[in-house]
């Protein structure tokens, strides 16, 4: 489904102060670790995101009680490791569009034996899930796909798990959340290179908050002791590193914007976009999007407004919420910018110095990374963009924040 509403951003320079919203890559580790613990979790700076409403309501589902989130904090009374659930019934977890919901919470639902049924809407179901049905498979677990659900049955069990590493990052950390509640021990050995390193180190260092204990053993083999349990904790949700992109994009298309709220020795792995904004400043670079790729469209747009660059390992750009390489490469040609992607998506070239206004609407492939890239571009030439409300899914205050900072929007509402 659409996300809906048109933008229109008037030309302007972006000046002022902005706080970096909370990281989504933390308030969802936050959340499940305090699902999973014994007792009562306050967890504190928490924006309404679509995910994050996702996320809250699917721990609900597995019994967990979460009170708050909209007041930009919660408390989670946990579940000490055991969902709740009743044997011969589904439990039914929607997960929206959230991919991380999907994936960190579809081995927590193995927990107990009970049938659960996610749900998903836009294009996650179309993302890359197989590694999970594959683990269910050797393990005589039940797991159906289809285009709208993913259904599983059965109890996971300690041991030995073999499964890729240049996926999604987002398996592994589903399975270190659920086995160290098992009884025995477990390995997780990767048959291929680990990417996205980063959003492990922010599962391990939660866990640990968490008093849970998992170790890398070399590169490729993750060692997690059973019997462990969830420890209640009071957090706060540090900065993301993820969305401050887009307002240091602002800076580096020529605002004057002072963002606040980051921690600089922050273990996100998308806070090199200050180092990779800085490479497109001073020439046309190679831009490895391997570890970031959630960078890739802002990135992008800044090469496209400056003097170019050529991003390589840029593959898993196709199994966002969009084709982002290729949603990107046809808005920008709107501008005037003709990108070249490989056959296999891997590298995109996106030339500098020919940026105009844009012959026609621009559409936001209903991916809030997207239309926040389109953006910036727009406060240099003016344009509209569609399916603008997609923002809401990791940044509901996106263009309130924008026009704080001078940039005029008006909206025009449109059928989702």
């Not at 991916?367 to 389109?374: A, E, G, P, Q, T």
Request: glycine share 12%.
């Amino acid at each position: 489904m659409s996300a809906g509403g048109m933008v229109t951003i008037a030309p302007g320079r972006a000046e002022g102060r902005a706080v970096a919203p909370p990281s989504k890559s933390m308030a969802h580790r936050w959340l499940i670790g305090s699902a999973l613990a014994g007792g009562e979790s306050i967890i504190r700076r928490l924006a309404t995101s679509e995910d994050m409403l996702a996320t809250s309501d699917c721990l609900r589902a597995l019994g967990a009680r979460v009170e708050g989130l909209e007041n930009g904090s919660c408390t989670v009374r946990g579940l000490d490791g055991k969902p709740q659930g009743m044997p011969g019934r589904e439990r039914h977890l929607y997960c929206r569009e959230s991919g991380s919901t999907l994936r960190f919470l579809r081995p927590l639902c193995l927990l107990d034996g009970v049938r659960s049924v996610l749900h998903g809407t836009g294009r996650l179901l179309a993302r890359p899930m197989g590694i999970y049905g594959e683990l269910c498979r050797e393990r005589g677990i039940f797991f159906e796909q289809n285009a709208e659900t993913v259904t599983v049955c059965g109890r996971l069990t300690a041991g030995d798990y073999s499964m890729r590493g240049d996926v999604s990052s987002q398996f592994i950390t589903g399975l270190l959340f659920a086995l160290p509640l098992l009884e025995g021990d477990s390995r997780i050995r990767l048959t291929t290179h680990l990417e996205s390193r980063s959003y492990l180190d922010l599962t391990v260092d939660a866990l640990r908050t968490f008093g849970i204990r998992v170790e890398f053993v070399g590169e490729r083999e993750i060692f997690i002791p059973g019997g462990q349990r969830y420890r209640p904790v009071d957090a706060t949700v540090e900065g993301d590193h993820s969305n401050a992109a887009f307002l240091g994009a602002l800076n580096a298309v020529g605002g004057n914007v002072a963002i606040e709220g980051l921690r600089e020795d922050s273990l996100q792995g998308d806070r090199v976009w200050r180092t990779h904004m800085a490479a497109l400043a001073a020439g046309t670079p190679t831009v490895s999007l391997a570890d970031c790729p959630d960078l890739g469209p802002v990135l992008m747009a800044v090469a496209a407004a400056g003097q170019g660059a050529v991003f390589t390992d840029a593959a898993r750009l196709k199994i966002k919420e969009s084709d982002r390489g290729a949603a990107m490469a046809a808005e920008l040609a709107a501008f005037g910018v003709k990108s070249e992607i490989s056959e296999d998506g891997s590298v995109i070239r996106v030339p500098g110095g020919m940026l105009r206004a844009p012959n026609r609407v621009l559409y936001g492939h209903n991916d809030h990374r997207i239309v926040m890239s389109l953006a910036v571009l727009c406060t240099l030439t003016g344009g509209s963009i569609t399916d603008a409300r997609a923002v809401a899914k990791s940044m509901p205050d996106f263009f309130e924040v924008l026009s704080s900072l001078g940039i005029r929007c008006e909206w025009k509402e449109t059928k989702g």
